[in-house]
């Protein structure tokens, strides 16, 4: 029977090929064990979680995402969403882009110039149940703009930090909120790496602790490590509700007032899914003595159209302290913002426009504080203004003057018979500066900004010296002002900033 010693003599020699290969395999190996691993695993494709939600809640084609991310960062630059030299970290929503890619673009716009390395990216499950902080503590994430590595050390330096973080990768399987704020990282910093967190069951001491562990992060890393809490706002309201919901939310965001606004979502006068992460970042940033500055704010009924039942996004920056002083402004500089403050008061008043202006002097350009107060006859006729620098000084002074003209409650809008008598003002704001003792304050020389929980209110300089106020009674006026009893001034909750201001008028 040739024909069967022949195939047995052919299954033979495949037994003996197979047998080579295999015993090559085992060389490999066993080199590659000897050599050790490579020096970053995810680079070598070891740990990589592939992307979950490509093509549902962001495109999955690279070119058309790039597209998608650019234009709502451009987009979020021309609305004035940028930073402050101080940001370290930011608050972004996490639904499908064309719900929140705008708001998320603002939060983003904010970090674009940051020298960091590290992104530690901070959610809720929505999913896993679990007790804790979950960590993601190795390997890399993929999306079509390519994979973020794990900062390993990083994630080791945090699950050491004191027991309520701790590593869980299960937790993040058919995760959104952190997946779908990757492809804005990719397109805003370049050559970091990340790590991911989840907060599970947790309770005030947990959030607590949380905060702790990355106030230490911040105090280490100045600059070189910036935090991404992803959270969208309320949920499945009415529109009007929805927004009065996350209006009084982002209040005590920005007033840091965290124990008052985890009270507040215990009990469900306020929502947001996010609350753990983000609330141990407005204490660790109340610790600091740092600030919040809220960038935008929109909700699914404004993006998508249907505002029966809506979801709020917000964008929120968290800042350290220590802004540095700007160089005063020159008397050129001065006539310059005043003949723009009478510009956009005549268009507006007449036409309900604006003008357009491209500033050249770089000073102009400097984010600043600032307030227009408008007087007629020598009588307060509007005043607002940006207690913080939330855009370049030029466009700042433009947008109060029509908001002053047209915004403040106190008053009707300014009609064009009136334009004529209307004498502006600019206040030039210094930044705010906390301070530990009321004897701090020189009345004459500083304003004031007081905060507590969810309320707050600002003087300026001029006010105290109009009034002949010493300076408890400036104090006094200040707490009427933020809608708080007058004597709030000495509660140790109390949070009071005080500024200088540069003060011109036509």
């Known amino acids: 029977m040739p024909g069967l010693l022949d195939t047995d003599r052919g299954d033979m020699e495949m037994m003996r090929t197979r047998d080579r290969i295999q015993l090559l395999a085992l060389f490999v190996v066993a080199f590659l064990l000897l050599s050790g691993p490579p020096a970053d695993a995810a680079q070598a494709g070891v740990h990589a979680k592939k992307a979950d939600f490509a ?228 204490k660790a940033t109340h610790d600091i003595g740092g600030e919040a500055q809220v960038l935008g704010y929109a909700n699914s009924g404004d993006t998508a159209g249907d505002r029966s039942r809506v979801v709020g996004y917000g964008s929120v920056l968290f800042a350290t302290p220590g802004h540095k002083d700007l160089p005063p402004l020159t008397d050129a500089q001065k006539k310059k913002l005043l003949s723009l403050a009478r510009k956009a008061l005549n268009e507006y008043v007449s036409a309900k426009t604006t003008p357009h202006v491209e500033m050249r002097d770089t000073r102009l350009t400097e984010r600043s504080g600032v307030f227009v107060t408008l007087n007629k006859h020598g009588q307060l006729r509007g005043c607002i203004g940006y207690i913080k620098p939330v855009a370049p000084l030029y466009r700042s002074v433009i947008e109060m003057t029509v908001a002053a003209a047209s915004r403040d409650t106190r008053f009707l809008p300014v009609t064009e018979k009136e334009v004529r008598d209307i004498e502006i003002e600019i206040s030039v704001l210094s930044p705010l500066k906390l301070i530990r003792s009321p004897n701090e304050i020189v009345v004459g020389k500083h304003g004031l900004y007081m905060a507590k929980g969810g309320s707050s209110g600002l003087l300026l300089p001029q006010v105290a010296t109009q009034h002949r106020w010493n300076r408890e009674e400036f104090l006094r006026n200040t707490c009427s002002k933020a809608g708080l009893p007058e004597d709030a001034w000495k509660d140790k909750d109390t949070k009071i900033y005080i500024f200088s201001a540069q003060i011109f008028s036509e």
């Open 55 to 282: 093509g549902s809640f962001y495109p999955a084609d690279r070119h058309e995402l790039e597209k998608a991310v650019d234009g709502y960062l451009k987009d979020a630059a021309s609305a004035g969403c940028t930073g402050t030299p101080g940001t370290f970290a930011v608050m972004a929503p996490h639904a499908g882009y064309i719900y929140s890619g705008q708001i998320a673009a603002c939060s983003y716009a904010a970090l674009k110039g940051k020298k960091a390395r590290t992104v530690i990216l901070l959610g809720s499950s929505h999913r896993a149940l679990f007790d804790g902080v979950a960590l993601y503590p190795q390997g890399s994430w993929e999306t079509p703009l390519g994979s973020l590595a794990i900062d390993t050390a990083a994630a080791k330096s945090l699950a050491s930090s004191g027991g309520i973080i701790k590593a869980l990768p299960s937790a993040f399987d058919g995760e959104h909120s952190l997946e779908v704020q990757l492809p804005f990282l990719q397109r805003t910093l370049k050559d970091v790496k990340i790590v991911p967190l989840l907060t599970g069951r947790i309770d005030k001491q947990g959030v607590i602790q949380l905060s702790d562990a990355l106030k230490g992060i911040i105090a280490r890393d100045k600059g070189r490590t910036v935090l991404v809490v992803s959270s969208d706002m309320s949920h499945y309201h009415t529109y009007s509700a929805a927004k009065a919901m996350d209006v009084s939310t982002l209040r005590q965001i920005e007033g840091l007032a965290w124990e008052t606004l985890y009270d507040k979502i215990e009990g469900r006068e306020n929502e947001l899914c996010g609350a753990p992460a983000v609330i141990a970042v407005m």
